[in-house]
């Protein structure tokens, strides 16, 4: 089956076209340059970005994989959790399509696109593993039994790790989007330079919103910016509070529901330290690891095409007046 996926939940335009699992084109435009002298996304400059790119987008993920739009068996897209403007802009799209070409379409959850990532790559997971979803607006660690089956077993209790990621930077004045810039400051600086928390120890939960005061109390207190040669060191020493935590609560997930597969995904999974440090714990346990190459691990439609066409081939078909949600648990 041929689907195409289309993905605009927050600030990335994305389309890609699948077929039985395998990705044959994967576009995505990014609006970080609209929303950079911001700090952070805009919504409503996130929706009219998403109007002036969602047609070429769309025609060059037709013309990457070399089909033509008549081609298309189904249509999935992103119908939640996400910015409302932003998704209606997708959501539409996609119902027009759906409409013009007679053909399937289903509205897909974003968190269930994320975790369908790991399906994309060489070495695909089996059931029942447990999933790490961190990204900008999540922070969750699941059960999963099955394609759309979810047990959550903890998330965050206030900021997702991305936006710690992103809050810190902007406290730090290194720019938007943060996570990317602290990974790759952090890699010429010292994680242990400095101490910063780790909340929340004895729990299944996470959070992440004391240790963005913590910095904050930290700069008040010296009455001024760190010196540009402090920042690598700054900026390893608080990824690390914040992929600790990660790491060490997911292991202990999966160790303490007897699974020895792990998947992280979502945007933060790009992290090369998370990476790194993953890959090392999961090695010391005899833990297989599957995290999704960095280009599917942040905003992209192949997920969310890899998730529809599951859905499809289940005979799973939404009507036309689908709407967009903005918050959408999966378990
Ligand atoms: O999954 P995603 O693209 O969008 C959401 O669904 O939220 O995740 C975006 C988040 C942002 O907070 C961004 O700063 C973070 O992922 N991120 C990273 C990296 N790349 C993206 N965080 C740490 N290191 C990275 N390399
Ligand atoms: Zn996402």
């Not at 993905?7 to 699948?18: L, R």
């Not at 990974?183 to 994680?191: A, I, L, T, V, Y």
């Not at 597969?261 to 945007?267: E, H, K, L, T």
């Amino acid at each position: 089956m041929l689907v195409l996926g289309i993905e605009s939940s927050c600030d990335e335009t994305a389309a890609a076209v699948i077929s039985n699992g395998k990705m044959y084109s994967n576009v995505i435009a990014s609006q970080i340059a609209a929303h950079s002298p911001y700090g952070g996304v805009v919504p409503e400059i996130a929706s009219r970005k998403h109007i002036e790119a969602i047609n070429l987008v769309l025609k060059q993920a037709l013309n990457d994989a070399h089909v033509t739009l008549p081609e298309i068996e189904g249509i999935a897209v992103t119908r939640g959790p996400g910015l409302i403007g932003s998704l209606l802009i997708g959501l539409s799209t996609a119902k027009a399509l759906a409409y013009a070409l007679d053909i399937p379409f289903v509205g897909v959850n974003h968190i269930e696109g994320h975790i369908a990532a790991a399906f994309l790559a060489e070495k695909v997971p089996s059931f029942p593993f447990i999933a790490l979803v961190v990204s900008g607006g999540h922070t969750n660690i699941y059960q999963v039994k099955n394609y759309h089956n979810f047990q959550l077993l903890g998330q965050t209790r206030d900021d997702a790790a991305g936006e710690a990621f992103d809050k810190g930077a902007k406290l730090l004045n290194l720019g938007y989007p943060g996570g990317v810039i602290i990974d790759k400051m952090s890699k010429n600086g010292n994680p242990q330079a400095l101490v910063f928390p780790r909340a929340m120890k004895d729990s299944s939960d996470f959070s992440f919103s004391g240790l963005k005061t913590f910095l904050l109390i930290m700069l008040k207190k010296r009455g001024c910016d760190f010196a540009e040669s402090q920042l690598p060191d700054v900026a390893a020493s608080y990824q690390e509070a914040i992929v600790d935590v990660l790491v060490e609560k997911t292991i202990k997930a999966a160790e303490d529901n007897g699974i020895n597969r792990i998947v992280v995904c979502g945007g933060v999974a790009a992290n090369g330290r998370l990476r790194e440090m993953f890959a090392a714990a999961a090695a010391a346990r005899n833990m297989e690891l599957f995290i999704p190459p960095v280009i599917l691990c942040t905003d992209n439609a192949a997920m969310i095409a890899a998730i529809g066409e599951n859905m499809l081939k289940n005979g799973r078909r939404d009507s036309l007046d689908l709407n967009a949600v903005s918050r959408w648990p999966i378990a």
